[in-house]
Nanobody
Framework: QVQLVESGGGLVQTGGSLRLSCTAS????????MGWFRQAPGKERDFVATISPNGSGYYADSVKGRFTISRDNAKNTVYLQMNSLKPEDTAVYYC?????????WGQGTQVTVSS
């Protein structure tokens, strides 16, 4: 059974930092892109960042320059380093991976940025 498990969310003040982790089990994702999405209350789930198998990162304009996505294929884990956090970054953050035509989502981790 494939699972993606996020961790690292929490409450932080404006300007603070958090590091999210997403660890996969049940299969390896080292050869596929993995990504982070977020969903604020009452809004749709939006793209945040994605990382290719070779480590190239791509970002939404709203987080570019503040967030950094990385991966450790040996640990089957993808990270999201979030700096200079803003109240508008408050959301549930989800990890996603697609392999062999199947999309997997984690259960999400809450990030709350207080003003």
């Amino acid at each position: 059974q494939v699972q993606l498990v996020e961790s690292g969310g929490g409450l932080v003040q404006t300007g603070g930092s958090l590091r999210l982790s997403c660890t996969a089990s049940g299969r390896t994702f080292s050869s596929v892109a993995m990504g982070w999405f977020r969903q604020a209350p009452g809004k749709e789930r939006d793209f945040v960042a994605t990382i290719s198998p070779n480590g190239s990162g791509y970002y939404a304009d709203s987080v570019k320059g503040r967030f950094t996505i990385s991966r450790d294929n040996a640990k089957n884990t993808v990270y999201l380093q979030m700096n200079s956090l803003k109240p508008e970054d408050t959301a549930v953050y989800y990890c996603r991976a697609t392999a062999s035509g199947t999309t997997y989502w984690g259960q999400g981790t809450q990030v709350t940025v207080s003003s």
